[in-house]
């Protein structure tokens, strides 16, 4: 990506996880949390004490450290999140766009899942791999070819649907609460009418990506 597109894809807020925020968010964590754009907007709507996150590119975690109060700049799999958050302490953990990067996301998951504390959140965004224009290409012009960005994105290691996104999140032995298509569509769009007339069965086929909300009791 071009630098400035890069810069963008940092600072971007992710305000489509808004309305699946527990009702108290006061400590949260953000994995793969860019420049802290999405935490930055949670505060805007919720009262957080404290937010930590882990971020890979050493100019958004800086940037980010102006925004949390504790950011780990490298890979997920070797932050030390155990050394700063106590089991059962969080009422978020936000995971948007990072699982399918990940080796063993399943593994992050179950290690994740424990810190939450009752009535807490684990909010996962994931691309999924049935969207219909892939499976068309795929089908018509066996066409898997990597790109630097989106559902081929090239270093996305694991590849997500519907049934398989909402195990990973629940790979804790956290209790399903949702999964969504994260796009929302305009009143007029023909999209809205075919998810709408079917039940919302049609995502799993509209969808570009997933977010699904797991809970603890």
Request: proline share 4%; aromatic share 8%; glycine share 8%.
């Amino acid at each position: 990506m071009e630098e400035a597109a890069v810069a963008d894809y940092y600072s971007h807020a992710r305000r489509e996880v808004l309305p699946f925020l527990p009702e108290r968010s006061a400590r949260l964590l953000d994995l793969g949390c860019g420049a802290g754009a999405t935490v930055a907007a949670i505060r805007g709507v919720r009262e957080v004490e404290w937010a930590g996150g882990v971020e890979l590119d050493p100019k958004a975690a800086a940037i980010a450290r102006t925004r949390l109060d504790h950011v780990e700049e490298g890979r997920l799999e070797e932050a030390r999140l155990e050394e700063v958050v106590s089991p059962g302490s969080l009422d978020l953990i936000l995971c948007l766009d990072i699982l399918e990067h990940l080796v063993d996301p399943w593994a992050q998951v179950r290690r994740l899942s424990p810190l939450l504390g009752p009535g807490g959140r684990l909010i996962v965004s994931v691309p999924n791999i049935r969207h219909w224009k892939f499976i068309w290409r795929l089908l018509t012009k066996g066409d898997f070819r990597y790109r630097e960005a989106g559902l081929l994105d090239a270093t996305h290691l694991r590849f997500f649907t519907y049934e398989t996104a909402t195990e990973l999140a629940t790979a804790g032995g956290l209790e399903l609460i949702t999964c969504r298509n994260a796009t929302r569509y305009g009143p007029l769009e023909i999209r809205r009418w075919l998810a709408a007339a079917t039940g919302g069965r049609a995502d799993k086929l509209l969808a570009k990506q997933f977010i699904v909300v797991a809970g603890r009791r």
